[in-house]
């Protein structure tokens, strides 16, 4: 058995066949998943509560599955010969969700923290590289209290990647972060990656963030893994999104998909699906779905331009005409709800209010990006 | 008027070997208290936390019968250095750190518990022991609790009475602390020296407290700023 062994795998694949059943709460939760990692970033993609989390826990080896978990030849875990090498010598490399940074060691301490059995001249050779290469060589004397949430997450994937793993493991890693800080440290994890080729299992539950980093996907769906593939085939599938998700949106409408533009990567959604009367037209982003299939369309007050006069030669593909039931302020920012055929809601600024004087009954034009308009399976 | 300042010093001394005997001993004590799952590990903790509520005159009455020469402890001991444990300094320490155990190992198992587990998961996938961990994470992230329970502890000796009492007598130079002294100086209707020493034992106490729970409070502070931001 070489599970004791120290040699680190590079270039080595992750295995792993995971059941785990949780108890408690008000239902039982069972995490099934079989998947293969070879190196490089594997996509771990679903709602809250699919089991993303668990299925990292289990290959970290801070739960304990059924199953069997391995790195190329070395077994970390086999529930039938019971073999669980301990965290400590798994060398897997895990930043977790709120990052957890030691708070009263400095930046270098936290980094430097698991090189503890080299010489000193080699383990600050190594987490001044390390540094630098994240660009946060300047912050070395600092607390975590006393940097950004960017340099944190920075700091906590130094501190994993400083230690050569065998396998990473990323757990919503850049949620927290603003789109320019995401894109710097994917491009900083890519470049790593380029130099140490070893699996990246990522967990997401944003669709932007799969987009971006564009490689193997996994879609978890209570607690089984229900497509993988590219990103591009995979997020075409129509997903279950919960509650919560919709909750983010202020505008929700029932809709039928209309047309079906597939090589052009869009479809055409109506608003409100088949009852007679007037309706919408809105083109929205391809999804796995035949012409007729009802869906759910959220867009965000806050995703919705406004115009007071037709505007002409925009990319964005819908404009609809309507007029002004309502102009509110909530604190400092403005909503105005309009209809065009459906109400929207419509968020925006309250100089923006101010200039464009509007009033109700007013004949406006709304906006949409085709990738503003979300959708969700009934 | 007089002050006994043998009797003072006797018990500043036992106050400071049983304080450092119960950091040596407490630290494990607590860190298995706070992390063990072992299934009969609220039997150790009632037993770690009888001293609070047994009458130290029950507790002193066991340690005495314990260490005569009756008991097998006691004749091992007396095999072995010629003369019995009760009613000598050793015997004092040994009552001393039973009666004082759960104010040292209760507040360090308290704040050994509310360290982050996510601290000590991380501190194992980053390769450390459970030792390692220990002393570079749960340990600095529970100072003011073990500050604490050291204060405590060394508080709670200067002042006891009644395993004293029991176990050690009234031996001067050996076994009589403050609190016996201001005892027999009462019996013997020495008001003056009673209220001597029992104002030195207040005012010492007093200082001992102020300075460990002023000292705390700063290091308290600095640990919910660092909390608090790092989230």
């Known amino acids: ?378 | 008027m007089t002050i006994n300042w043998q009797a003072f010093w006797l018990t500043v001394e036992l106050a400071v070997v049983v304080s450092a005997i119960l950091l040596v001993v407490g630290l494990p004590l607590g860190y298995w208290i706070a992390f063990s799952r072992r299934r009969w590990k609220f039997l150790v903790e009632a037993v770690v936390a009888l001293p609070i509520v047994l009458p130290p005159t029950v507790l002193g009455f066991y340690v005495l019968v314990a260490l005569g020469s009756r008991s097998p402890v006691g004749r091992w001991w007396q095999s072995l250095t010629g003369h019995t444990l009760a009613f000598t300094f050793t015997g004092l320490v040994i009552g001393s750190i039973l009666y004082s155990l759960p104010f040292a190992v209760q507040p360090f198992a308290a704040s050994f518990s509310a360290v982050d587990r996510k601290l000590l998961a991380t501190s194992a996938l980053l390769g450390a022991s459970p030792l390692r961990t220990f002393f570079r994470v749960v340990l600095p992230l529970s100072v003011s609790g073990v500050v604490t329970g050291f204060a405590l502890t060394f508080a709670h000796t200067m002042g006891e009475f009644g395993v004293v009492l029991m176990v050690g007598g009234n031996i001067p130079g050996i076994t009589r602390t403050v609190s016996i002294d201001i005892y027999d100086q009462v019996e013997a209707a020495n008001y003056a020296s009673a209220n001597a020493m029992a104002l030195l034992l207040l005012i010492f106490s007093l200082a001992v407290l102020t300075v460990v729970y002023g000292l705390n409070r700063r290091k308290l502070n600095q640990r919910f700023m660092t909390a608090s931001t790092v989230k």
């Not at chain 1, 055929?341 to 709304?366: F, Y």
Request: aromatic share 4%; proline share 4%; with cysteine.
């Open chain 1, 1 to 378: 058995m070489r599970s004791n062994s120290n040699s680190k795998n590079t270039n080595a694949s992750l295995n792993a066949r995971i059941q785990k059943k949780l108890l408690g709460g008000e239902c039982d939760f069972t995490l099934d998943v079989e998947f293969n990692a070879s190196p490089g970033f594997t996509i771990l993609f679903g709602p809250s509560g699919s089991g993303k989390t668990t299925l990292l826990d289990c290959v970290a080896g801070l739960t304990v599955p059924q199953g069997r978990i391995g790195v190329g030849e070395r077994i970390l875990f086999d529930s039938r010969t019971k073999t669980d090498v301990p965290v400590r010598l798994r060398s897997i490399g895990y930043v977790l969700q709120d990052l957890a940074l030691f708070p009263h060691l400095t930046v270098e301490q936290n980094v430097e923290y698991g090189l503890a059995h080299l010489p000193r001249r080699e383990r600050k050779d190594r987490s001044l590289a390390r540094l630098r290469e994240f660009r946060i060589d300047h912050l070395r004397e600092q607390r975590p209290s006393q940097i950004s949430g960017g340099e944190r997450q920075r700091v906590a994937l130094a501190r994993s990647l400083v230690t050569n793993p065998c396998v990473l493991l990323l757990d919503e890693p850049l949620s927290a972060l603003d789109a320019v800080t995401k894109a710097k440290i994917i491009d900083d994890l890519r470049r790593w990656n380029s130099d140490h080729q070893v699996p990246i299992l990522y967990v997401t539950h944003s669709r932007e963030e799969v987009i971006a980093l564009g490689e193997r996907v996994l879609v978890l769906e209570n607690g089984r893994i229900i497509a993988h593939g590219v990103p591009h085939e995979v997020l075409t599938a129509p997903l279950q999104e919960s509650i919560a998700e919709l909750a983010g949106f202020e505008n929700i409408f029932e809709a039928s998909v209309w047309l079906v533009h597939e090589d052009r990567g869009t479809m055409t959604c109506r608003l409100p699906p088949k009852e007679a009367g007037s309706f919408v037209l809105l083109e929205t982003p391809l999804i796995r779905a035949e012409t007729g299939t009802l869906l759910r369309v959220g867009i965000r007050a806050g995703d919705i331009l406004l115009a007071i006069s037709k505007p002409e030669g925009l990319s964005a593909r819908n404009v609809l005409p309507g007029r002004i039931i309502s102009v509110e302020r909530r604190d400092v920012v403005v909503f105005a709800t309009v209809d065009c055929g459906v109400e929207m809601q419509v968020q925006m600024t309250l100089a923006a209010r101010d200039e464009l004087k509007l009033k109700e009954g007013q004949q406006v034009w709304l906006v949409i990006k085709t990738y503003s308009c979300h959708l969700m399976r009934k």
